[in-house]
């Protein structure tokens, strides 16, 4: 959460102020405003789970704004991180840990700077002749002079993966600061301060040694996530590993009578994870309140969702957790865990398929590993001619656009295993522009703070260290949570395959969000958009696809989220 924006420039309060009321959903009462300097201004405000580091302080000379939750081993506060900026100018990052983004002006440099995993976000533009930034883009895209334009290779990616990845946005432009990043003056290319990469099969241990090691790596994320003074937990439950075992580890630290667990359903007619989600919070003896979440409930509020995304992100599951956020901030409740960061840095659900491919795939085929882990986000990669209209088809190239965001992480030196590497592309694409976003703007629209502890950078080098089969083995993933956590979850949650929350947008499209979806993908609203088939979106509307069955709902999903950020963005409707 905290509010942060700003810009280099000729002085101006009123684009200030503006852009802070974007943002003032982020923090907890009034922002404050500062001047640096002739050029610089900056609005921050503080969350509701107050972080001592988190603020703004600046002398004569030295100037840092950090928003988020972040740490320092040596410095209590941000008066006192000021001192350390001094001797060491943007080296502090060397230091820093948590989520944060933040601004620095040393020495005559300016920087923008981001996290090491992700946790936060940080947008940078040059509109009207000043330097902006944002720790939501849509400061900068409602910025008065600014005029929205997109990007068709971003359309071509949103399509493809369902996110923006890489440091692009939707719109040309606005760019994001990449995860482990700073940028130094004029907002030039990004300069990485973080290589977990590098930490690859360097130490020989064995399998009990590694699991005590990630035991107590994640029991210490635990602790460094946990806002000071937090004297009740709560957690997101789904069933699933990743949530099960940030469960445990709360009920351990705190008592099962200190944790409580919120899940969501979408009623008896559809496939839901309750009987997983019942099992593991009655094992660790944690209350769990289940929530039901329908069309007729998100509906009203679905602008409100695509809007607070900033860029459209076409997972559906973003719709539940912005519900399950607002229900829970409405209990009074003001962080909540969740676990996100299970799938990106110890297994998912493309890897096998990569390393089938990687082991048997035609490999005189150019870019063949681009080409296969494209199709493995079974998303919109495959149908591109049939999805866009010939004037957008004919702007987008393929090789540039979709394949090149992917070969630089295939052709490193390290990290040297193709499994690992599939880890980085996770980490850095998926996990840093699609995962961690989502989860932030969803609860952060509602004034919730995300603590993600399976996402700490700790565990990110971890999972780069671990060998290849506490990883996957014989098919199965995420073995070394496995391992860490058998005979403190129940088998049936340990050994369960893995699944991800089952949104039934597929038969929501053909019941209940039916006479939505074609309203808002009319012919009228879809040709004046110029962007989309409306012949396609026809048949996917009447699943229709010819070839047999496709994949309606999520690709509905996708194209429907889409036009409504469209629209809210260039005021369509």
Known sequence: ????????????????????????????????????????????????????LSGVAFDEEVFIALAGMPRHPGCRDIDELLSEVR??????????????????????????????????TLYYSEI?????????????????????????????????????????????????????????????????????????GKEERSKKEWIQIFDKAFQESIENTTPPGMAESHVFLSGGIDSSIVTAALKEKHGAGNVQAHAIHFGENYPNELPFIREAANYCGVNC???????????????????????????????????????VRNQGVEAVFNG????????????????????????????????????SYRRGYEELEQLLCPGMRARIDEAEDLEAVLTPF?????????????????????????????VERMLGANGLTPLSPLFDESLIELSMRLPGDLLLRNGIEKIIL????????????????????????????????????????????????GIFDYGRVKQLLKYDIEGGPGRYGIRLWMLLTFELWRQRVFNDQ
């Open 1 to 52: 959460m905290s509010l942060l924006c700003g810009f280099w420039g000729s002085p101006d309060e009123d684009r200030l102020r503006g852009m802070a009321q974007r943002l003032w959903h982020r923090c907890t009462g009034e922002d404050r405003e500062y001047r640096f300097g002739d050029s610089l201004q900056v609005a921050f405000g503080p969350d509701a789970c107050a972080n001592p």
């Open 87 to 120: 001797k060491l100018g943007i080296k502090i990052l060397d230091d820093l840990r948590g989520p944060f983004v933040g601004v620095l002006v040393h020495g005559g440099q300016r920087y923008l700077f981001r996290d090491r995993s992700g946790r936060r």
């Open 128 to 200: 009207g002749g000043r330097d902006h930034f944002s720790i939501e883009s849509r400061a900068l895209y409602q910025v008065a002079d600014y005029s929205p334009e997109l990007l068709p290779s971003s359309i071509a990616q949103y399509l493809a993966f369902s996110f923006v990845p890489g440091g692009n946005t939707m719109l040309r432009g606005i760019r994001e600061v990449p995860a482990g990043c700073y940028l130094t003056q004029n907002f030039s290319e990004p300069e990485r301060y973080f290589f977990p990469e590098q930490l690859e």
């Open 289 to 327: 309140e289940e929530v039901e979440i329908n069309p007729k409930s998100f509906l009203p509020t679905l602008h409100d969702v695509v809007d607070s995304l900033n860029d459209p992100i076409g997972d559906p599951v973003a719709m539940p957790n912005f519900l399950l956020a607002r229900h």
């Open 340 to 375: 996100e960061g299970g799938d990106p840095l110890f297994g998912g659900p493309k890897n096998m398929t990569m390393l089938l491919h990687h082991w048997y795939g035609d490999a005189k085929e150019v870019n063949h590993r681009e080409k296969a882990y494209l199709k």
């Open 410 to 438: 295939f052709n490193v030196d390290e990290p040297r295993s193709f499994l690992k590497k599939l880890f980085l592309i996770n980490m850095r694409l998926k996990g840093a522009h699609l995962i961690l976003p989502k």
């Open 482 to 529: 496995k391992e860490a956590y058998r005979g403190r979850l129940p088998d049936s949650i340990i050994d369960r395959p893995k699944s991800g929350m089952r949104v039934p947008v597929h038969y929501w499209f053909k019941d209940e969000m039916k006479r939505y979806a074609r309203k808002v993908l009319s012919k009228r609203n879809i040709e004046s958009g």
